[in-house]
């Protein structure tokens, strides 16, 4: 562990107090180190880099700016004072690589599936659009090639039978999809369920397209799974809205759809959280009697979702003897992200430096509706999260 003096220590508790960091100066500290790895260093790539949602690492980059750590270009760069900080850490300023042939995400889409890849990605196009409401942030046509392929690196697929709890990604039409152009059915009995149904409808067209059956239900997962898809399935899937409470409802919901008995599978897409709810959800699938086999960081790419810098990671748990919902009947609690945030944030326009609340009880509930009206003062359509403002 680094000894720090008490000036970097003190600067670093100081910007970890301000923005109201969980992670307190050893947050702070990781945001400089990979800053000085990176520089020039764009917010998203530090907050994919270190692990924290992207409005938490724009406030301290904020306030690491107002003490003359960086300057006041972006992508972030290092001032004369920031360098010597970040020789007292000892870091240096080399590129962190990853793999050159998978990017870090541990598979490869092959030149064949390509043309899988821009079929998913002109569906996306014309598909339903992001109900920011339901936490929706669709993932990109890649990432949802990838997640097949690592379904089958693990033997999940070719499969028998897979639940999808809410599917906004379209996770069934990529399956089918790729199955088509691997010349096999991947899933015999493919089921789905959410909310929406329009969504719903522009499945059921794709997968007629793609001759694969399919069981499409709509339902709303804070009542439990119709009683058919009890203990049906072999494999569930889930990508939840960014709270631990969905986190907790739509996995509970995806062991109720799981055949009894160790050896299931659930792949589990969620976005970096501060300590505390990380650790809320590792508790979770604890309880729900999971085990964790694999989780691979940073592994899916979202179009926006700009509040986990466009990405999140994804895991695959496997049942036990012991597992079992941890929900049972109804859920009456909040769910969304607009149904937990009491606190409005605020943002700053990029063009002229004009300042706006943005929650729930603001002129401006979300930052959608923002940037689509523009700052009444520029007119600009780009603004950067400050701290949340609290005792409102």
């Given at each position: 562990?680094?000894?720090?003096?008490?000036?970097?220590?003190?600067?670093?508790?100081?910007?970890?107090?301000?923005?109201?960091?969980q992670?307190?100066?050893?947050?702070?500290?990781?945001?400089?180190?990979?800053?000085?790895?990176?520089?020039?260093?764009?917010?998203?790539?530090?907050?994919?880099?270190?692990?924290?949602?992207?409005?938490l690492?724009?406030?301290?980059?904020?306030?690491?700016?107002?003490?003359?750590v960086?300057?006041?270009?972006?992508?972030?760069?290092?001032t004369a004072y920031g360098?010597?900080?970040?020789?007292?850490?000892?870091?240096?300023?080399?590129?962190?690589?990853?793999?050159?042939?998978?990017?870090?995400?541990?598979?490869?889409?092959?030149?064949?599936?390509?043309?899988?890849?821009?079929?998913?990605?002109?569906?996306?196009?014309?598909?339903?659009?992001i109900?920011l409401?339901?936490d929706?942030?669709?993932?990109?046509a890649?990432t949802?090639?990838?997640?097949?392929?690592?379904?089958?690196?693990?033997?999940?697929?070719?499969?028998?039978?897979?639940?999808?709890?809410?599917?906004?990604d379209?996770?069934?039409?990529?399956?089918?999809?790729?199955?088509a152009?691997?010349?096999?059915?991947?899933?015999?009995?493919?089921?789905?369920?959410?909310?929406?149904?329009?969504?719903?409808d522009?499945?059921?067209?794709?997968?007629?397209?793609?001759d694969?059956?399919?069981?499409?239900?709509?339902h709303?997962?804070r009542?439990p799974?119709?009683?058919?898809?009890?203990?049906?399935?072999?494999?569930?899937?889930?990508?939840?809205p960014?709270?631990?409470?969905?986190?907790?409802?739509?996995l509970?919901?995806a062991?109720e759809?799981?055949?009894?008995?160790?050896?299931?599978?659930?792949?589990?897409?969620?976005?970096?959280?501060?300590?505390?709810?990380?650790?809320?959800v590792?508790r979770t699938?604890?309880?729900?009697?999971l085990?964790?086999?694999?989780?691979h960081?940073?592994?899916?790419?979202?179009?926006?979702?700009?509040v986990?810098?466009?990405?999140?990671?994804?895991?695959h748990?496997?049942?036990?003897?012991?597992?079992?919902?941890?929900?049972?009947?109804?859920?009456t609690?909040?769910?969304?992200?607009?149904?937990?945030?009491?606190?409005?944030?605020?943002?700053?326009?990029?063009?002229?430096g004009?300042?706006?609340?943005?929650?729930?009880?603001e002129?401006?509930?979300?930052?959608?509706?923002?940037?689509?009206?523009?700052?009444?003062?520029c007119?600009?359509?780009?603004?950067?999260?400050?701290?949340?403002v609290?005792?409102?």
């Amino acid at each position: 562990m680094i000894n720090l003096d008490d000036g970097l220590s003190g600067l670093l508790t100081a910007v970890a107090g301000a923005v109201g960091l969980q992670e307190g100066e050893a947050g702070v500290e990781r945001v400089l180190r990979a800053i000085g790895q990176l520089e020039p260093a764009s917010t998203r790539a530090v907050s994919r880099h270190v692990g924290l949602p992207l409005p938490l690492v724009a406030a301290v980059n904020n306030e690491l700016r107002a003490r003359d750590v960086l300057t006041r270009d972006r992508p972030s760069r290092l001032t004369a004072y920031g360098r010597q900080l970040l020789d007292e850490l000892d870091v240096d300023p080399v590129e962190v690589g990853s793999c050159t042939c998978c990017a870090g995400h541990s598979v490869v889409v092959p030149a064949e599936l390509t043309p899988v890849v821009d079929r998913l990605a002109r569906l996306i196009e014309a598909g339903p659009e992001i109900d920011l409401t339901l936490d929706q942030s669709f993932a990109t046509a890649a990432t949802k090639v990838r997640r097949v392929l690592l379904m089958m690196r693990y033997g999940l697929l070719p499969g028998r039978s897979v639940l999808l709890v809410g599917d906004d990604d379209l996770m069934s039409v990529t399956i089918a999809a790729v199955g088509a152009a691997l010349g096999r059915r991947l899933v015999h009995h493919l089921a789905v369920v959410d909310i929406s149904p329009t969504l719903l409808d522009f499945i059921s067209d794709q997968l007629g397209e793609l001759d694969q059956p399919a069981e499409l239900r709509r339902h709303d997962l804070r009542q439990p799974l119709p009683e058919r898809f009890h203990g049906a399935f072999e494999l569930a899937m889930t990508d939840p809205p960014y709270t631990t409470d969905g986190a907790a409802l739509f996995l509970s919901r995806a062991v109720e759809g799981l055949r009894p008995g160790p050896g299931r599978s659930v792949i589990f897409s969620f976005g970096p959280k501060g300590p505390d709810d990380t650790l809320a959800v590792q508790r979770t699938v604890a309880d729900l009697g999971l085990t964790v086999q694999a989780m691979h960081r940073n592994f899916n790419e979202y179009l926006g979702a700009g509040v986990i810098g466009g990405v999140s990671h994804l895991q695959h748990l496997v049942s036990t003897a012991g597992t079992a919902p941890v929900l049972a009947g109804d859920y009456t609690g909040p769910l969304y992200t607009a149904d937990q945030r009491t606190a409005p944030r605020q943002y700053v326009c990029n063009g002229c430096g004009s300042r706006y609340l943005v929650g729930q009880q603001e002129q401006w509930t979300t930052i959608a509706l923002l940037k689509q009206a523009g700052c009444a003062q520029c007119g600009g359509e780009r603004f950067r999260p400050l701290q949340l403002v609290k005792g409102r």
